[in-house]
């Protein structure tokens, strides 16, 4: 079956840096998303990824090996409002996304 | 980046009615929209995807006949929810891509049903 694990909750502190992991099992492989969500609104993107490697946009950056079904997201110089839930997705041989349950991220004065 | 608009961003209604949501793609052609579905607290579920011109395709589990959906242009996909009842109270997105299948996903602001 299709499966995408990612930690419930997360606490990290204001100024510091965070690792969200994230692993899949899918049919076929066509690119991995991460999302940011806050409470109450739509998902945004933030990141896409279908070669293996680390991918770095500001602040985030996000990385893929197809080898091991892994990826994680990393959020430097953390500020409050990215007190959010980070959902994983990858996207199967049929260009469906599997979405993940999301990472809840609680940033700490 | 492209904009997807989702209307209304709130409804509240009566059991037993209909309630229609639109996604308008602004900037872009969108061949493909997605429907989801968010109860709280959980991830998002794919409810079906529209596809301009032709019937929509649904996820295992959603009711065809209680979720309608319609794609009739490039720019405007619409889910009706027919007879609602409370249990359909939940937090509904669209989303669309702007070229090919593996381009970027572009959300609609989201529509928070009510069923009362």
């Known amino acids: 079956g299709q499966n995408i694990d990612q930690p419930t909750e997360m606490t990290a502190t204001e100024g510091a840096i965070v690792q969200i992991n994230c692993t899949y099992q899918?049919?076929?492989?066509?690119?991995l998303f991460w999302y940011q969500q806050h409470a109450g609104e739509a998902p945004t993107f933030l990141s896409y990824?279908?070669l293996d490697g680390l991918e770095e946009k500001g602040r985030f950056s996000s990385f893929l090996s197809r080898s091991k079904g892994y990826s994680y997201l990393l959020l430097k110089e953390l500020q409050m409002k990215d007190s959010a839930s980070y959902l994983c997705?990858?996207?199967?041989?049929?260009?469906?996304?599997?979405w993940g349950a999301g990472t809840k991220l609680i940033i700490k004065p | 980046g492209a904009v997807v608009s989702q209307h209304p961003s709130r409804v509240i209604c009566k059991s037993g009615t209909s309630v229609k949501i639109e996604c308008r793609s602004l900037?872009?052609?969108?061949?493909?929209m997605f429907w989801y579905r968010q109860f709280p607290k959980q991830s998002l579920m794919l409810m079906a995807t529209?596809?301009?011109?032709?019937?929509?395709?649904?996820e295992q589990g959603v009711e065809k006949d209680k979720f309608l959906i319609n794609h009739a242009s490039l720019t405007l996909s619409t889910l009706t929810v027919t007879s609602a009842h409370p249990e359909d109270s939940s937090f509904y997105i669209c989303?669309?891509?702007?070229?090919?299948?593996?381009?970027?996903?572009?959300f609609g602001e989201g529509s928070r049903l009510t069923v009362l």
């Open positions: 989303s669309a891509r702007e070229s090919g299948d593996t381009g970027e996903l572009f």
């Open positions: 900037d872009f052609q969108a061949t493909t």
């Open positions: 529209s596809n301009e011109g032709s019937k929509a395709t649904y």
């Open positions: 899918t049919s076929g492989f066509n690119g």
């Open positions: 990824n279908v």
């Open positions: 997705a990858a996207m199967d041989s049929n260009y469906q996304l599997i």
